[in-house]
């Protein structure tokens, strides 16, 4: 992997576009600065239309292109899909070893993911259950089970060597300790969501949303964290 800094950042996202909601303007200052940013979407986006009548292979492929144009607009490296059913995620075995295996592929310094709290934004959301599997699940795949080779063994033997993450950001949460200034990269990122048609038909109207979300009432714009540190 070349990356002028060796530092890479892995986006877990449970939908295509959470990632860019949660954090299109943090991972534009990375990119900026050399840092090589990978997606992960864990489910395919099959529920997120309102027409009655798109077809479902439709929906799926249209939402990956969009998810790929959103990662070159911010300049993430590259985008991974997980073939999980949307609304549907569980977290079990099955979605903890992807997400080990994709952390150990990838090996970041950070990851970014969801809270996995239930009640999110000061009582103002339901944290979607994908949103909660997903952050719960990469949660524990970074610790401790990416980190130590006795769990699912069998990536040894494909040459996929025990990964420690050092740093993980958590969105969407009620308890930001990490306040991130985007105002110069409010544009991009509006950019990068935009590129979401499918879910954002009414463009003028979505900017305007945005801009409202992550005002600060100093009149920055801001994506707020839950960082960690890990020391072990
Ligand atoms: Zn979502």
Known sequence: MTDPNGRVALVIAA??????????????QLAAKGWSVQFLVCTN????????????????????EEQREACRRMG???????????????????FL??????????????????????????????????????GTAALDAI???????LNFPEHLLEGIEPHKVAEVLLWGTNQPNFDVDITADLDTKIHALTA????FPDRSGFM???RENSKAEDGRYLERFRRIELEF
């Open 208 to 210: 305007a949303f945005v």
């Open 196 to 199: 979401h048609v499918t879910q």
């Open 45 to 64: 986006g099959a529920k997120g239309t309102s027409d009655r009548d798109m077809p479902r292979e439709r929906l799926i492929a249209l939402r990956r």
């Open 15 to 28: 939908h295509p576009d959470d990632g860019d909601f949660g954090c299109a303007g943090y991972t534009a």
């Open 143 to 149: 610790y401790p089970t990416a980190r130590d080779h």
């Open 76 to 94: 993430a490296k590259d985008v991974t899909f997980l073939d999980n059913e949307d609304g549907e995620l569980v977290y079990d075995r099955r």
């Open 97 to 134: 070893e992807q997400l080990v295996r994709a952390i150990r592929v990838v090996r970041p310094h950070t990851v970014l993911t969801h809270d996995p709290t239930d009640i999110i934004i000061r009582n103002s959301f339901i944290n979607h259950p994908d949103h909660r599997a997903t």
